[in-house]
């Protein structure tokens, strides 16, 4: 089912499997896409039994002139939006330069739970912004990119404790499109992505036992 705002415009898809099931919020890639695509890679976290609330590509999405602080406040709105739609343990799912966003806004807001980052970089000046930044990331990631994103990506993360950080090399191409195609590539990553989400479920229930008196 399609979200809308007061104007009637579609501002999220709701793809709920099960009412208290993490949620994926799937941002856009931040360029020019097809809102179907977004929509696949909901699909297939339905299917690994989380929900997703997907959000359509936009011009805010789009506004390469934007900063970092711009941008986590827009990403956070859409994880604010997801949880008042019914989202739960909300976990975000992106690309490229709105995935270095989404592990930006994880330093900062506590109800992001987890980041699937799929090429993210430093996108942001000035040199090694995100380095510094995130060295305040304390939650589970997944990174996933290319052999030749490594030497930049490795870098990026190197104060980011290695238990908190999975690292997945084999993507093809730079981007989603791995995640939308079908062939082997896709297969892997797709492994990769239901691997930690398994992790994460785990990780989860065990921060919600409540200890014996």
Do not use: C
Request: aromatic share 8%; hydrophobic share 45%; net charge positive.
């Amino acid at each position: 089912m399609s979200v809308k705002d007061a104007q009637g415009q579609t501002v999220a898809y709701k793809l709920f499997v099960r009412p208290d099931s993490p949620t994926a919020v799937v941002l856009p890639s931040g360029g020019v896409g097809e809102d179907e695509d977004l929509l696949t890679i909901g699909r297939k976290f339905n299917h690994m039994g989380a929900n997703a609330f997907v959000i359509p590509h936009s011009a805010q999405y789009a506004n390469t002139q934007l900063g970092p602080d711009s941008l986590v406040r827009i990403v956070r709105a859409a994880v604010e939006l997801a949880a008042s739609s019914g989202g739960k343990t909300l976990f975000v799912v992106a690309s490229q330069r709105l995935a270095s966003v989404a592990l930006l806004a994880a330093t900062r807001h506590f109800k992001i739970k987890a980041v699937v980052a799929v090429s993210p970089g430093e996108y942001f000046q000035p040199q090694g912004y995100m380095t510094e930044k995130l060295e305040r990331l304390r939650i589970g990631t997944l990174l996933l990119y290319t052999p030749k994103e490594e030497s930049l990506i490795g870098p990026m993360v190197v104060a980011v404790p290695n238990s908190l950080i999975t690292h997945f090399r084999e993507l093809e191409h730079i981007g989603y499109r791995d995640l939308i195609e079908r062939g082997k590539a896709s297969g892997r990553a797709w492994l990769a992505i239901s691997l930690f989400y398994k992790k994460f479920l785990l990780d989860q229930a065990e921060t919600n036992v409540t200890p014996e008196p």
